[in-house]
């Protein structure tokens, strides 16, 4: 693979003020408007109320924050009738941002406990109802493995997983290794799977880059049902998602390169949703 493309260190500046006085005074508004009591009795509201709140919330930070979302993952969504695990590798804070941005379906998530006490973001996971798992506690992790599974067969339940447990520090790294205990929650959810890759979600936050248009890929790659998976193991299960997902994720890679060898993110993208 070529070298990755070296960040255009511009005007950075202009950008974080842009963003404080744009996608700041949203997000300061919201978590007064709503966010707080939303995150503190999320029982007391219907979860599509709920869900509006946050979807409109990170569609309208997407944009502002130039995020040039190319994806198929809003219409896989629409499509899925059973309880489903999405299971994805992990680059950055805004994977989130961009899955919830992207799916008008209320989606909900896993994180681990510090996500709970991120700024706005862990309001938002917890306003739609997400979970937290503590990853220094294994039996609290198969408690709440245990109670997200029940949730699932009672209702179809979309829950997005990072089965890397923890975002990669270089984006150009391989995928890292899926801890295989999250696909337990196939058998104890009844669940399909629904593997996703993306990439580029670690540049719009990044200190060092000033563009006009980030490239964010996001593929939903084919369903596959839980019966499909009959007689593996949750290793083996494990190992053929980040299979499935790491693959994608080098050709996204590719597209990134040529991207900036092109200089496309030095013109606006226009619509959000659009190359």
Known sequence: MQNPPAPRKGIALFKWIRLVFTAGIEIVFSYFAWMLRYSAHPEKYPLEERYAKVHGLALSLSKKLRMNLDENFSSSVASLRRSTLIVSNHLSIMDIVALLALSQRPITFIGK??????????????AIGGFFLDREDPKQA???????G?????SP???????????????????????????KLLEWGDADLLPLSCFGTFRPLSKAEHERSFPVEIKALPLKRKEEFDGMSTVEIASFARKEIA???????RYDIAYYEQKKNRVKAGKWWRK
Do not use: N, W
């Open 247 to 253: 693959s994608q994720v080098e050709e996204f890679k």
């Open 113 to 126: 406990k510090e996500v709970e006490r991120t700024p706005f973001v862990g309001r938002c996971v917890k």
């Open 157 to 183: 339940t979309l829950v997005v997983v990072y089965p890397e447990g923890t975002r990669l520090k270089d984006p150009f790294q391989e995928v890292g290794e899926f801890h295989a205990g999250t696909f």
């Open 142 to 148: 198969v408690r709440l493995f245990m109670r997200i």
């Open 150 to 154: 029940k949730a699932m067969k009672q």
